[in-house]
């Protein structure tokens, strides 16, 4: 019996089907590992109401947004390491490694490699993504990294819920909670700690969907441009969620946007990863 050949661009078409397929090996929440060693956690489509206030970082209005979510994606349990920056760029930019600048604060430390990386440009960050999606093994399994949207990142944060609690533990956050000044904490929490430094990623507990460090640590990059006036002006900056080691913990909530330039680097500022799929099993 004879089959029909296929065009160009049928042929085309089933290549990126079974690709999309290769992408989502399992099912909603399932961790998978990557080749260079990040865990990523499969998050489901969903809507959201997003909510800001007064207090959220430079110019952001009050009020609050319905968000779609459209497709599921995997994202980073983990802020990058500085090992799996180094293993993708061949470099490592980190203040906080032997050698770094703020070397003499992990000094303590046999090794820095499961700190977030940071110091990192966000055009680094894209590189990163880039070049990851190029590996030999992420490309055969049609695996596409890229930096979340702030509206994804937040997202995952609330674990797709909508409500006003501006952090995943409810109405505070204590220094036993995240990685941040723990001196002046967030909400009703108790005065704690301030490390002063970043932290070996997942030390802290995880959010319901697997996710860690949502709140501290590094502040992270995020794909899509900061918005001025209304969320309608071009800036020309780039946003970052989440907040840091450095700062008090109502800059660490789930709602706070930050504007950067993209030109500059700081010791506080990492990244997380998105990949993108097509269908998922049910």
Known sequence: ????????????????????????????????????????????????????????????????????????????????????????????????????????????????????????????????????????????????????????????????????NLFITGEGLSSKDANFNGLIPGGNAPKGEAKKRTTVVGEYKANAWGLYDMHGNVWEWCENEFMGKEGKTPTGLRMLRGGSWVNRGRDCACTTRLALDPKLRFANIGFRVVCEVGPVKK
């Open 1 to 164: 019996m004879r089959f029909p050949r296929l065009g160009a661009a049928a042929l085309a078409v089933v290549l990126a089907t079974a690709a999309l397929y290769a992408q989502a090996p399992g099912k909603i929440g399932e961790e998978i590992t990557n080749s260079a060693g990040m865990k990523m956690r499969l998050v489901p489509a969903g809507n959201i109401t997003l909510r800001w206030t007064e207090e959220d970082i430079l110019i952001v209005p009050v009020g609050s947004e319905e968000v779609e979510i459209p497709s599921p994606f995997y994202i980073g349990s983990h802020e990058v390491t500085q090992a799996q920056y180094e293993k993708v760029m061949g470099t490592n930019p980190s203040a906080f490694r032997k050698g770094g600048d703020c070397g003499y604060r992990v000094r303590d430390m046999k090794t820095t490699g499961n700190l977030p990386v940071e110091n990192v440009l966000w055009e680094e960050a894209r590189e990163f993504c880039k070049k990851l999606s190029d590996m030999p093994e992420e490309r055969k399994a049609g695996r596409k990294y890229r930096l979340p949207t702030g509206n994804e990142w937040e997202y995952c944060a609330r674990c797709g819920k909508s409500g006003t």
